[in-house]
């Protein structure tokens, strides 16, 4: 992969303090325990080399969607987490930035390693202040960024840190662009999309993006009533937005590779005690609430995936909270790991799926983005991709001195 930003390898570590944003906004129950740690164990082999490199390390990232300081939503328990991951004792500070953090940081020695407090509860972050970022750059030597769902995001963490100080990607995000470059520069044919989830307003440049990529776009979950409303069909008690409604009928009538269900699986309540029945899809009953994609729907994208030779999932198909309305989502996932080909997938409901049906192992690639995923194959470049390359220009001859 051709790179217009420095990555860890082409820097100087040994010696130095490393200040790395990772991702570690892990999902957590209600009593505020983690759930699914993935997201930390997707920053061990940038922490771990940077360990083995007698780096001093500083790690930053957000946590939740805090509004000013919330007990639960502290980095305590991501610490907890990640040293019992390392089997390194982590330093878990209560501030990003301040005289207190300061002290700790210039106390550091070779391989220890220190958490900064949530970086949202700082307001600063998400406005991208300069100031914020500068202190954060100034407490260490170079800035890391690990933390691919997050560059879709402007925040001072991201991008403004980048003018302060010489930074470079780290393997999670080096490993991201690798995987999905694959996606958007000169994808193998047939290629193949399953877009669902519920909402089109989520995924509208995505969408328009990707189906000028794609030899079939397959098209599931709540968003497909959007498209049939479009089309003047009943949806019944579907969820639609009917603000798109004229979007999704222009996009399917300019793309004829576009490709719906053609039968739904639904009932009148959305309750555990729904119970599932069939409709077609020019045919859905007025109290329809349409939740899965049905059997012949499941054929039809069954055959496209088939033929592919490069897959990209995002989204599930159905109500998968509800069980008797995942089989639609569950049997896409099951042909899509059957077939021999590049397979990617992305999106947190679609890797629950993927994760409860222990099929993690058989994709080629599981993104650990979110909206970054599809802002990145919509844009072809992030806010944090094109950080990294306005730093490495601006540093380059500290490159060529030798400092860095």
Same mark, same amino acid.
């Given at each position: 992969?051709?790179?217009?930003?420095?990555?860890?390898?082409?820097?100087?570590?040994?010696?130095?303090?490393?200040?790395?944003?990772?991702?570690?906004?892990?999902?957590?129950?209600?009593?505020?325990?983690?759930?699914?740690?993935?997201?930390?164990?997707?920053?061990?082999?940038?922490?771990?080399?940077?360990?083995?490199?007698?780096?001093?390390?500083?790690?930053?990232?957000?946590?939740?969607?805090?509004?000013?300081?919330?007990?639960?939503?502290?980095?305590?328990?991501?610490?907890?987490?990640?040293?019992?991951?390392?089997?390194?004792?982590?330093?878990?500070?209560?501030?990003?930035?301040?005289?207190?953090?300061?002290?700790?940081?210039?106390?550091?020695?070779?391989?220890?390693?220190?958490?900064?407090?949530?970086?949202?509860?700082?307001?600063?972050?998400?406005?991208?202040?300069?100031?914020?970022?500068?202190?954060?750059?100034?407490?260490?030597?170079?800035?890391?960024?690990?933390?691919?769902?997050?560059?879709?995001?402007?925040?001072?963490?991201?991008?403004?840190?980048?003018?302060?100080?010489?930074?470079?990607?780290?393997?999670?995000?080096?490993?991201?662009?690798?995987?999905?470059?694959?996606?958007?520069?000169?994808?193998?044919?047939?290629?193949?999309?399953?877009?669902?989830?519920?909402?089109?307003?989520?995924?509208?440049?995505?969408?328009?993006?990707?189906?000028?990529?794609?030899?079939?776009?397959?098209?599931?979950?709540?968003?497909?009533?959007?498209?049939?409303?479009?089309?003047?069909?009943?949806?019944?008690?579907?969820?639609?937005?009917?603000?798109?409604?004229?979007?999704?009928?222009?996009?399917?009538?300019?793309?004829?590779?576009?490709?719906?269900?053609?039968?739904?699986?639904?009932?009148?309540?959305?309750?555990?005690?729904?119970?599932?029945?069939?409709?077609?899809?020019?045919?859905?009953?007025?109290?329809?609430?349409?939740?899965?994609?049905?059997?012949?729907?499941?054929?039809?994208?069954?055959?496209?995936?088939?033929?592919?030779?490069?897959?990209?999932?995002?989204?599930?198909?159905?109500?998968?909270?509800?069980?008797?309305?995942?089989?639609?989502?569950?049997? @896409?996932? &099951?042909?899509?790991? !059957? *077939?021999?080909?590049?397979? =990617?997938?992305? +999106? /947190?409901?679609?890797?629950?799926? @993927?994760? &409860?049906?222990?099929? !993690? *192992?058989?994709?080629?690639? =599981?993104?650990? +983005? /979110?909206?970054?995923?599809?802002?990145?194959?919509?844009?072809?470049?992030?806010?944090?991709?094109?950080?990294?390359?306005?730093?490495?220009?601006?540093?380059?001859?500290?490159?060529?001195?030798?400092?860095?």
């Amino acid at each position: 992969m051709k790179k217009s930003f420095w990555g860890l390898n082409d820097l100087s570590i040994s010696g130095r303090t490393v200040l790395v944003r990772v991702d570690f906004n892990v999902p957590l129950d209600e009593q505020g325990n983690i759930y699914d740690d993935d997201k930390i164990r997707a920053a061990i082999p940038t922490i771990r080399f940077l360990i083995q490199n007698n780096a001093r390390i500083i790690l930053m990232s957000h946590l939740g969607r805090p509004k000013g300081i919330e007990e639960k939503l502290k980095m305590d328990v991501i610490g907890e987490r990640l040293q019992k991951l390392l089997k390194s004792r982590v330093i878990k500070v209560n501030n990003c930035v301040g005289e207190d953090v300061k002290v700790i940081v210039q106390n550091m020695h070779e391989k220890d390693i220190v958490l900064l407090e949530n970086l949202r509860f700082y307001p600063e972050e998400e406005s991208n202040s300069r100031d914020f970022a500068q202190a954060l750059a100034d407490l260490a030597d170079i800035y890391v960024n690990d933390a691919f769902g997050t560059m879709h995001r402007a925040h001072a963490s991201v991008d403004a840190i980048t003018r302060f100080i010489p930074s470079c990607a780290g393997f999670l995000v080096e490993k991201e662009l690798q995987m999905l470059k694959q996606v958007t520069e000169k994808p193998k044919s047939p290629f193949v999309a399953i877009i669902g989830g519920a909402k089109i307003s989520d995924k509208i440049k995505f969408m328009e993006a990707l189906v000028d990529k794609v030899d079939f776009l397959l098209v599931g979950g709540a968003m497909m009533f959007t498209f049939f409303k479009g089309q003047h069909k009943n949806v019944g008690k579907s969820l639609v937005e009917p603000e798109l409604t004229n979007f999704a009928r222009k996009l399917f009538v300019n793309h004829k590779n576009i490709v719906l269900p053609v039968d739904v699986v639904g009932d009148t309540k959305t309750d555990e005690n729904a119970k599932p029945k069939l409709a077609l899809a020019d045919s859905i009953p007025d109290d329809f609430i349409g939740m899965d994609i049905g059997p012949e729907t499941i054929n039809l994208f069954e055959k496209k995936i088939r033929i592919a030779r490069t897959i990209f999932w995002n989204g599930p198909l159905g109500k998968c909270e509800l069980k008797q309305f995942s089989k639609g989502t569950k049997a @896409i996932a &099951k042909a899509i790991v !059957s *077939r021999r080909c590049l397979k =990617i997938a992305g +999106g /947190g409901d679609s890797l629950a799926i @993927i994760e &409860k049906l222990h099929l !993690s *192992r058989k994709f080629t690639h =599981i993104s650990t +983005g /979110g909206g970054a995923t599809l802002d990145f194959i919509a844009n072809g470049t992030l806010p944090g991709i094109i950080a990294l390359e306005l730093s490495c220009q601006n540093f380059a001859k500290y490159k060529q001195d030798g400092i860095i």
